[in-house]
């Protein structure tokens, strides 16, 4: 079975192998998107695959929308090349159960894909899409240092530099690629519109609004473009920035999975590493609970998403709910497994969570240091999703999700996993921040990860992160066994506001992190024998709300 158009016409083949068929005709939909384009998402990465063009599937599985998405890569196009082109658009979404079971459906809904350079054909036909009234919607799953301009010390980065300079005609990043196509809709008509970021961090919408800001009032002063569209750019009822809340772990491609595909019958499942690091492949692997809370601020309109699960609300609830998510009750927990399964050499979060240590890690983190900061959102209850991530979702012994994925680019969510715990814990009266114990311990840990040298004293690989080189070079000055090599060399690192939203020894956590590394140094063994210091013999406190 080939995973194309014409390969899913063969119905009855995917059925027999249990396959799920999208319940449209996926040619006349694509059809219908080319005359009436509505939804963009910028990031053909797994998770778009995997999630967003699921909502949409759904919505047009029970004739709820008539349109697809159009895929546009901006960053790294071999994506498109080798995952999109040869499956025309189409993906298999695999949903691993906790029992071992899989539900494996075919996903039709990315209707075209597009190549956002300046130097190709492309840019026309999205620049037109853009001019397009019709258009609704401009999402993005780009990862979080995508909406960056700036680097460590404050400075433009070198390509937002370049962009700044040379204005919209040949951008290169993509948030100076966005001004000039949103540039492109105003002077066509200022048509209303969404930009909506899905990606995974606090103020997701806020900081999409904040780079395209300064880029466009960057090209206003420099004279590339004229000052009336600062206005309708910063008139919600002409562009919006929503804000959302997404949750689905969508891990990396799986060899295994991609077995059990090829078992089926389907062909060319191959799983590919592309130039620029993205792990892709035909199908996307992933949990099957998700969650997705989006600020109802749709000026264009928008598909009926809330048929398909989505929870549309204000954008304090989004705020909270998101606070909730990202910052207490799954991704510092993450965060926490990702650096510690990096130095224990555990192949999977859900291994990690068999070990009593580490599973009374993240409950101390999450229950006893996070819950207490958290606003309970309303839409989703705190405690029973930190549940469900520590008891259900975590430790799915089916989900192939590597410490090394969600190690990842550590330094731009430390801010959000856990700055922004240790600010609630400043602000607030009744909380001492010098009473955090656990969140120091994996700042700490994550110090120790930087060395790049795991609990046994072997060399590792980091995972990649844009501070990488940086971060690495402060500790490499630090020895394994040498706990008097410390000296000042974390004080770079832990000091830098940029990294923890706070200079750590400015509230009284620089030497208690400074004293947990100098514990996880001492030599080979160091952070299993300091993890069951303090963990061993602890109880977990579950706050009620
Ligand atoms: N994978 C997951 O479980 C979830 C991911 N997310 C969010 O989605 C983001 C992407 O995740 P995946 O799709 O799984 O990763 P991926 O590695 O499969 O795809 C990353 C996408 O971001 C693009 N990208 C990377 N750097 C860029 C840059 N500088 N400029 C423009 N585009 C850039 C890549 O070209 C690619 O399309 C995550 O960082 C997170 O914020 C949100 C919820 C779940
Ligand atoms: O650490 P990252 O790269 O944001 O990934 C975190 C993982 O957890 C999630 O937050 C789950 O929703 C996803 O973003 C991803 O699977």
Redesign the pocket.
């Known amino acids: 079975m080939l995973l194309t158009r014409d390969g899913i016409k063969d119905i009855d083949k995917w059925r027999h192998a249990g396959i799920k068929l999208p319940n449209y005709d996926v040619e006349k939909v694509a059809e219908k998107t080319k005359q009436n384009p509505t939804w963009l998402h910028?990031?053909?990465?797994?998770?778009?695959r995997g999630?967003i063009a699921l909502l949409q599937q759904n919505l047009l599985d029970k004739g709820l929308s008539k349109t697809g998405i159009i895929a546009v890569?901006?960053?790294?196009y071999e994506?498109i090349e080798k995952i999109y082109v040869p499956y025309d658009n189409l993906s298999l979404l695999v949903i691993m159960h906790a029992d071992g079971t899989l539900e494996v459906e075919v996903i039709g809904s990315i209707s075209d894909k597009i190549l956002a350079d300046p130097l190709r054909e492309d840019w026309v036909k999205l620049k037109n899409i853009f001019a397009n009234p019709s258009l609704q919607i401009v999402s993005f799953?780009?990862?979080?240092?995508?909406y960056n301009l700036k680097d460590f010390s404050g400075e433009y980065i070198k390509e937002v530099k370049e962009d700044i300079e040379n204005g919209p005609e040949k951008p290169h990043g993509?948030m100076a690629k966005i001004v000039s196509l949103i540039y492109t809709r105003y002077l066509k008509g200022q048509y209303p519109i969404a930009l909506l970021s899905?990606?995974?961090?606090s103020g997701n919408g806020e900081r999409l609004f904040s780079s395209i800001k300064t880029i466009t009032e960057e090209w206003v002063k420099k004279g590339f473009i004229e000052g009336k569209f600062l206005d309708y750019l910063t008139n919600p009822a002409k562009v919006s920035f929503p804000l959302s809340m997404?949750?689905?772990?969508?891990p990396r491609p799986s060899e295994e999975i991609k077995k059990k595909l090829e078992d089926l019958g389907i062909e060319k499942m191959d799983i590919i590493k592309t130039g620029?690091n993205?792990?892709?492949a035909p199908f996307v692997n992933a949990e099957k609970i998700h969650y997705l809370v989006i600020e109802d601020k749709f000026p264009n309109g928008r598909p009926p998403l809330e048929e398909a699960g989505v929870i549309f609300t204000d954008k304090e609830t989004v705020e909270k709910v998101e606070r909730m998510k990202v910052t207490t009750c799954l991704n510092p927990l993450h965060t926490t497994l990702a650096i510690f399964g990096c130095l224990l050499n555990y192949n999977t979060i859900a291994d990690e969570m068999r070990d009593p240590c580490l599973k009374k890690l993240v409950e101390k983190i999450g229950y006893e240091e996070g819950l207490p900061v958290v606003v309970h959102p309303g839409v989703l209850d705190p405690k029973e999703f930190l549940r469900e991530v520590i008891e259900v979702r975590f430790p799915n012994p089916y989900m192939p999700d590597t410490p090394q994925r969600i190690a990842t680019d550590t330094s731009q969510k430390m801010a959000i996993r856990f700055g922004e715990t240790i600010k609630s814990y400043k602000q607030r009266e009744d909380l001492n921040v010098t009473d955090l114990k656990y969140i120091p311990f994996v700042i700490a840990g994550w110090c120790r990860y930087l060395m790049g040298v795991d609990d046994e004293g072997k060399a590792m690989t980091l995972s990649p992160d844009p501070l990488l080189e940086d971060l690495k070079s402060h500790v490499s000055k630090i020895k394994l066994g040498d706990v008097d090599s410390i000296q000042d060399n974390l004080k770079p690192i832990l000091s830098n506001e940029h990294i923890f939203g706070l200079n750590l020894y400015e509230v009284g956590l620089g030497e208690k992190i400074e004293n947990y590394f100098k514990e996880l140094i001492i030599g080979p063994g160091a952070v299993r024998r300091t993890l069951e210091k303090y963990l061993e013999n602890v109880n977990i406190y579950r706050k009620n709300y």
Not at 42 to 48: D, E, L, M
Not at 246 to 250: H, L, N
């Open positions: 910028f990031g053909a990465g797994n998770i778009f999630f890569e901006s960053y790294d994506i799953t780009i990862t979080e240092k995508a993509l899905l990606d995974n961090f997404i949750d689905k772990i969508v620029k993205t792990i892709i």
